[in-house]
């Protein structure tokens, strides 16, 4: 198994906070799920024997009204297929890109008391990540 990445680690999220707050913020989340969901022993659910995807469920039950109320939205989700490129072992149950108005909405859902309680879903639903923070630009018909 590779290495979990579930949380930011305090190096990455000062670098986050470091760029441009005030433009358009893009996520580019890949997210590979438990097979189990790993609550903490002391929450509600930590005996329901949810999978990953359940708990998954309920963060995106619980975190969509913040998403909204900061004026975020998902931009793109699609279905995981194959990697062309890449380490093998890499495949995604999710892959989406989220759109925040800017770093400053991103960061106020993060902060957000409601999401405090959604975020323990992801934790226990996610056994590792990618987020990635983009900045849109304009589309075209070439690469580069």
């Known amino acids: 198994m590779t290495e979990a990445f579930v949380d930011p680690t305090r190096v990455q999220f000062d670098l986050f906070k470091g760029l441009d707050r005030n433009?358009?913020?893009?996520?580019l989340n890949l997210v590979r799920l438990?097979?189990?969901?790993?609550y903490p022993a002391e929450h509600a659910l930590a005996n329901a024997g949810l999978t990953g995807e359940q708990a998954y469920a309920n963060y995106g039950?619980?975190?969509?009204?913040?998403?909204?109320r900061v004026g975020g939205s998902i931009l793109w989700r699609g279905n995981w297929r194959c990697g062309l490129i890449g380490p093998a072992d890499?495949?995604?149950d999710h892959v989406f890109i989220a759109r925040y108005p800017s770093a400053h909405?991103?960061?106020a859902m993060v902060k957000d008391p409601d999401y405090a309680i959604?975020?323990?879903h992801r934790q226990a639903a996610v056994e590792t990540s990618r987020l990635i923070r983009c900045a849109p630009t304009d589309a075209?018909?070439?690469?580069g």
């Open 61 to 68: 039950t619980h975190s969509g009204p913040v998403l909204r």
């Open 118 to 120: 959604a975020v323990v």
């Open 23 to 27: 433009e358009p913020c893009e996520m």
């Open 105 to 107: 909405a991103f960061m």
């Open 90 to 92: 890499e495949a995604w």
């Open 34 to 38: 438990r097979d189990r969901a790993a």
């Open 140 to 143: 075209g018909d070439v690469f």
